[in-house]
């Protein structure tokens, strides 16, 4: 096999654009990414890879020639002139599973997969056929239930990137630069030239190592361009978290820019990335990918106690779990979704992943703060035009699937935010349709709603239709700022449980007698109001404590203030989880009710203060808003 990396982009162009996949690709677009491909001669009957080969970190497309498909000696497919090889693996990042051997002498061009993200990024017609030839390759290798096979596990950075990113242009001088670095607590200045595009990254391990060792008298002064060396990696922001820290770890970078455009629009660290890879190839993990049944998942749900204990004895702060317990819960529900596909298509012989659609997960889900008892919070959003058939497959299939994760653990909705509810299923223009509404009008019911689907994320599909929800919400924050106020004076009218005695105040009778719901009462005042500082910021972090540490660092929100709030927050998700833990002891359901009089007097006094807090925080946010229209 010979490869070649010079040749005649034009000619190369012409050849392509012929094809269907990229006759609408954008020709500017398609001369930059061709610039990075190699040509690859393979002669008849050479191996281009074999089964349980380390994959190549790219696709193939076949200029001439052919290839064909073995598994175990036996031919499943023939790929050719204008197939791309590779495809499925390029989807699950796994070795190969199959061997690719040329059939004759063929021609192909490696894409590395960095043009091809670049390419679903920047191209929406390139997108919806890429996706759909995927399907098409997935049927013909592995039958009608080949969905399942490669992992879909790999979530695009920007879901997990923070913006809107700070940036300063390139004439910015080093004083400048490290000013802002200091004034907005950060490691990092991505810099800009004149049109705004990405030029680099000037970081404070620049300015140690790079800067000060060569310092001169007017060293401080000179414009940051001066300094410049290939110190970013940009990326584009469907491009997989994972392989980001592959490529930062390759190229000995601390911080990767998601472009747009070659604009930046948020940047991300490889410890951040660590810090979230962590959380999600925990070892516990490993018993639900193994799971053969819904059986298998229920036994792992009802063992999730042990391992929120676990976390705990292991833990410094009990918030710090939520994430990780919350990541779990979304691997069990991912495999009660994949085995629903299944028995789906074995029962009805409709394959959902060819329908184009999101799945949200909505609330504490989204938020990765689920414990021990999250119930479900899910929607439907469809492409406009979706076929009345189409439609019946999806809501029939939401129907098994909300079953099926209630018989795993996880209760459905008493809201009935669930996607068997029309209301939480539906179009993407009749959603922003509908969220335009609330803001307009927005009602107790709006209300609610809104407390749910501001916090929303993509458990399965298409995560382009839930960022064009997200940025509608965001512009709406901007241009109706009242319905912020009408939320804060909402919450103002819920009572904190807590007397001007510092006596706790608490049912008297009934079912939960003597009882503080500890969500209701503590944890939705700190959600739901950092949730409107964050919003109004147009800030895209949807956890709370992230959201809570970065309005501290673009100083929305004072040092003491977030570390109080933190502290607070702290203290009612040490008291619930730990309650939850004993109740599961106990062979109880755990629930979010705790007897505040049975706490130890150092864990009422803690609560006690946390209330206080509480309030205080509501009153900061009634306050800037009503003072800043």
């Not at 040749?7 to 690709?25: G, P």
């Not at 036996?74 to 070795?95: C, P, R």
């Not at 391990?205 to 970013?232: A, C, E, M, R």
Request: glycine share 4%.
């Amino acid at each position: 096999m010979k490869t070649n990396s010079t040749t005649d982009i034009n000619k190369l162009i012409s050849m392509l654009r012929k094809n269907l996949l990229f006759e609408n690709v954008d020709e500017q677009r398609l001369s930059k990414t061709l610039k990075n491909i190699h040509l690859v001669d393979i002669e008849k009957d050479e191996i281009l890879f074999k089964k349980g080969e380390t994959y190549h970190k790219g696709v193939y497309y076949l200029l001439a020639g052919e290839i064909d498909y073995y598994d175990n000696g036996n031919k499943l497919a023939t790929l050719l002139e204008g197939d791309i090889v590779g495809l499925t693996t390029f989807l699950g990042k796994s070795t190969y599973s199959v061997t690719s051997k040329a059939s004759n002498n063929s021609e192909l061009i490696y894409f590395p997969e960095i043009c091809i993200y670049k390419l679903l990024s920047d191209s929406g017609d390139f997108r919806k056929r890429f996706y759909k030839m995927v399907a098409d390759r997935l049927k013909t290798l592995h039958g009608q239930a080949g969905f399942t096979t490669p992992s879909f596990s790999y979530k695009p950075v920007a879901n997990y990137m923070t913006s809107p990113v700070i940036s300063l242009p390139e004439d910015s001088s080093v004083i400048q630069v490290s000013k802002t670095m200091s004034e907005n607590k950060i490691g990092s200045i991505v810099i800009t030239d004149k049109s705004g595009e990405l030029s680099g990254i000037i970081s404070t391990k620049d300015i140690v190592h790079n800067i000060i060792p060569g310092i001169q008298t007017d060293t401080l002064k000179k414009s940051v361009k001066h300094f410049i060396k290939d110190s970013s990696l940009s990326v584009p922001k469907e491009y997989p978290i994972v392989e980001v820290l592959a490529d930062l770890q390759e190229k000995n970078k601390d911080y990767a820019v998601i472009v747009e455009n070659n604009r930046p629009k948020g940047i991300i660290s490889s410890t951040d990335i660590l810090k979230i890879l962590y959380r999600n190839v925990h070892v516990y993990n490993l018993h639900i990918e193994q799971a053969k049944n819904l059986d298998d998942l229920q036994k792992v749900f009802n063992d999730l106690s042990n391992v929120a204990e676990h976390l705990l004895e292991n833990t410094r702060k009990s918030s710090e779990i939520l994430p990780v317990l919350s990541n779990i819960h979304l691997n069990i529900q991912n495999k009660v979704h994949r085995f629903t596909m299944q028995s789906y298509f074995e029962e009805t012989g409709k394959n959902i992943s060819e329908i184009n659609h999101s799945l949200l997960i909505m609330g504490s889900g989204a938020r990765k703060e689920m414990f021990l008892d999250p119930d479900q919070d899910n929607g439907f959003i469809f492409e406009d035009g979706i076929s009345e058939d189409d439609y019946s497959t999806l809501m029939d299939f939401g129907k098994y699937f909300i079953n099926n994760l209630d018989y795993v653990g996880y209760k459905k909705c008493p809201g009935n935010i669930m996607v068997t509810n029309p209301e939480m299923s539906k179009t993407l223009s009749k959603w922003k349709s509908d969220v335009t509404k609330i803001f307009n009008n927005p009602g107790t019911k709006g209300f609610l709603t809104s407390s749910i689907i501001f916090d929303m994320d993509c458990f399965y599909g298409s995560e382009e239709m839930v960022w064009e929800l997200k940025n509608l919400i965001l512009r709406l924050i901007a241009e109706r700022p009242i319905f912020l106020i009408q939320l804060l004076e909402k919450d103002s009218n819920q009572k904190i449980p807590v007397s001007i005695f510092g006596k706790f105040q608490v049912p008297k009778d009934g079912e939960h007698k003597d009882m503080l719901n500890l969500k209701m009462s503590a944890l939705t005042f700190i959600i739901d109001i950092t949730r409107i500082f964050s919003l109004s910021k147009n800030l895209n972090d949807i956890n709370t404590v992230e959201r809570l540490k970065h309005l501290e660092r673009k100083k929305i929100l004072s040092e003491e203030l977030v570390q109080e709030v933190l502290s607070a927050y702290e203290t009612v998700v040490d008291i619930l989880i730990n309650e939850q833990i004993s109740q599961s002891k106990r062979n109880y359901s755990p629930n979010k009710y705790v007897n505040p009089f049975k706490l130890s007097l150092y864990n009422q006094n803690k609560l006690k203060d946390a209330f206080n807090i509480i309030n205080k925080y509501l009153n900061t946010g009634i306050k800037y808003y009503k003072g800043h229209p």
